[in-house]
């Protein structure tokens, strides 16, 4: 449609475009001013930041701009700096002893912060992520212990495992003694009533007493004579009421004939010392440390 044929819409005296939908015209309005002078604007704005900033795809390479601009080179600064500062930390982890770390408040919070992740990371699915246990993990909130809760005998722990393939391993070996026929499920059962009595909770005196010359020479070795369990050994403390695999008569009965024999990996190999370090400050600290 040529420009003379064009009409004046009768509302407004604008001149229409011509282009009509359903009865609806076009007005053919002008762009604002100052809209025109940004996109003017933005059009100069990129011709200079091609010219001072990464910006065209070549075949193999791209534009470099003049301002040297490029993100991988601040993402592998920043790395560069991040793993520095690590560095200067893990140091001071490992050179320092368990005690300075846990003395100097600075110190601990880093070991702290560096421990709950290596936690999350390597020990939550046997301990659970805050450390409770679950039945065969022991718990390591509270303040029994099998193996010690000082800061080194954590470290101690974690470093050559329980029963592990470490050739240091702490170790030790509950006999099987119904699976190996070393005692009689009826002499089994009243250890298990003895053993409940160590607690207050056997309701039957007389097998307690058939029991108790078996304990001493059974058990007592490692559970001690008192029943309150030898680290050396890692033999829990039965007279406690806190049970690593259950306190109830059948379960003791089950403990006794087949033994348990847990098995805790051991990480000297596998964390550095710095990690290890951090680990045992983070579980002395999670409420049992002695
Ligand atoms: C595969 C399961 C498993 C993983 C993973 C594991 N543990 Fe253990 N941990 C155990 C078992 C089982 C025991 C108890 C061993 C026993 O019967 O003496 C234990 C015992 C311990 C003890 C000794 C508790 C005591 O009462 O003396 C500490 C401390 C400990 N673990 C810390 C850790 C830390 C820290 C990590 C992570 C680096 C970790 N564990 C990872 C299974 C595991
Ligand atoms: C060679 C040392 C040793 C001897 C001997 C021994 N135990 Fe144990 N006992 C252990 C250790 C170590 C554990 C820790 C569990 C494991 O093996 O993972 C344990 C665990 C137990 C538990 C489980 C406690 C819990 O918290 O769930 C019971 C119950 C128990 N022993 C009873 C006995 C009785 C009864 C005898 C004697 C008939 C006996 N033990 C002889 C070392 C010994």
Redesign the pocket.
Known sequence: MSKHERELDHVSGVETTGHEWDGIKELDNPLPRWWLWIFYGCIVWSIGYWVVMPAWPLLTDYTRGTAGHSQRLEVKASLEALKADRAALGERLSKATLQQIETDPAMQEAALAWGRSAFGDNCATCHGSGGQGAK?YPNLNDDVW?WGGSLDDIRHTITVGVRSTHEETRT????A?GRDEI?QPAEIRD?AE??LSLSGRSTDAAAVVRAKE??VN??A???GEDGKGKRE????D?TDG??????DKA??VE??TN????VMPSWGARLDAPTINALAVYVHALGGGE
């Open positions: 065969g099998l030790s070996q509950m006999p003694f005692l250890l003895y053993v078996a304990f059974n058990c070795a490692c559970h050994f890692g033999a829990p039965l806190d049970w690593l695999y259950g306190g379960t003791i403990t006794i033994s348990r024999s847990g």
